[in-house]
T-cell receptor, first 114, second 114 residues
Framework: DSGVTQTPKHLITATGQRVTLRCSPR?????VYWYQQSLDQGLQFLIQ???????AKGNILERFSAQQFPDLHSELNLSSLELGDSALYFC?????????????FGPGTRLTVT | AQTVTQSQPEMSVQEAETVTLSCTYD???????LFWYKQPPSRQMILVIR??????QNATENRFSVNFQKAAKSFSLKISDSQLGDAAMYFC???????????FGKGITLSVRP
């Protein structure tokens, strides 16, 4: 158990819908990361937040957005969902934001778009 | 942009034997970090080993060690005394720049024969 929690574990929804994935980092971690794992694209970095501020952005679609709240939990919002958005979405956390820091991964949220 | 290449999609090893998983990367940065992550069937991402590029000494964690060749941009993982529990997908990852964001290879599926 990494100490990172993600809810829900599974999510099934239809095309065109909007969903919110939630992540609670390990106690004391200020940095949160979101990754997408799909058959087509592999594991991709989406976005990083540190203490409420966006720090780095990867291959995140405009239909996707994220935020980190004052209590440090983070949410990833996916809208106008398409079949290709079906994937495993990981959240990770770390104590700092700079490169090389160890990231602890949550168990993931499995999103299925039908 | 940084890229990570894992050219072998699958490998197999006999229990108690040694196996080496290959990884190459491309970067123009001089300071960076490299990781190997394990993803068992549970899909949990588990950090196996970490290497700082500025360190010439290869990292070692129990049965896991790396062969880091900075000039060749190669970072292979050696698993000694392979165990059934080592069966998983293994991802090589790169982390560089001011803010941490992991760039992953496509992964390699390792099976262990009893």
């Amino acid at each position: 158990d990494s100490g990172v929690t993600q809810t829900p574990k599974h999510l099934i929804t239809a095309t065109g819908q909007r969903v919110t994935l939630r992540c609670s980092p390990r106690s004391g971690d200020l940095s949160v990361y979101w990754y997408q794992q799909s058959l087509d694209q592999g594991l991709q970095f989406l976005i990083q937040y540190y203490n409420g501020e966006e720090r780095a952005k990867g291959n995140i679609l405009e239909r996707f957005s994220a935020q980190q709240f004052p209590d440090l939990h983070s949410e990833l919002n996916l809208s106008s969902l398409e079949l290709g958005d079906s994937a495993l979405y990981f959240c990770a956390s770390s104590t700092r934001s700079y490169s090389g820091v160890e990231q602890y991964f949550g168990p993931g949220t499995r999103l299925t778009v039908t | 942009a940084q890229t990570v290449t894992q050219s072998q999609p699958e490998m197999s090893v006999q229990e108690a034997e040694t196996v080496t998983l290959s990884c190459t990367y491309d970067t123009s940065e001089s300071d960076y970090y490299l990781f190997w992550y394990k993803q068992p069937p549970s899909r949990q991402m588990i950090l196996v080993i970490r290497q700082e590029a500025y360190k010439q000494q290869n990292a070692t964690e129990n049965r896991f060690s790396v062969n880091f060749q900075k000039a060749a941009k190669s970072f292979s993982l050696k698993i000694s005394d392979s165990q059934l529990g080592d069966a998983a997908m293994y991802f090589c990852a790169y982390d560089g720049g001011a803010n941490s964001k992991l760039t992953f290879g496509k992964g390699i599926t390792l099976s262990v024969r009893p």
